[in-house]
């Protein structure tokens, strides 16, 4: 049976999330940049399944919104619905903090990323043209907002 649970991570977890980071993008933050993203307004999260982190999430929080900065999982553990635990956390937190809005970014070629969102309630209501780095030139990125 597997068991799962989200709680925070510090700095002390900061090696293994970074390990996940890097594994799973490209074009990964830098371990300085997860440190900076640990405590004050920033909300981090940890899924841990079977007692090992295989995914999390970043939030910024500010006032009534809520950015999800980042959200990832092992390539190892995709496809197994734990994207969807790691944002039915996020959304939930949300809520109990009584944010108005919340707001992400996402590739435009993260088909994935892009249905786990509309499916929660988010909608495209931008688009940044050349955001992110791609293999070649750079690629769009889609501005999502979910009002709560």
Avoid at 97 to 102: A, L, M, Y
Wanted: aromatic share 10%; glycine share 6%.
């Amino acid at each position: 049976m597997t068991k799962s649970v989200i709680n925070n991570f510090n700095k002390n977890h900061v090696d293994v999330i970074y390990a996940i980071e890097t594994a799973s993008n490209p074009f990964p933050w830098t371990r300085k940049t997860l440190l900076s993203c640990i405590g004050g307004r920033y909300v981090t999260k940890q899924l841990i399944v079977n007692n090992k982190a295989v995914g999390f999430y970043v939030g910024d929080l500010v006032i009534d919104e809520f950015t999800l900065m980042e959200i990832c999982v092992h390539p190892d553990f995709q496809g197994k619905g734990y994207g969807q635990l790691l944002l039915s956390d996020f959304l939930n937190i949300a809520k109990e903090k009584q944010v108005v809005k919340c707001h992400l970014e996402v590739r435009a070629k993260n088909i994935a990323a892009q249905m786990l969102y509309m499916n929660n309630g988010f909608m495209q209501v931008h688009r940044r043209t050349g955001y992110y780095p791609a293999a070649i030139g750079y690629e769009d990125a889609l501005v999502m907002s979910l009002s709560l």
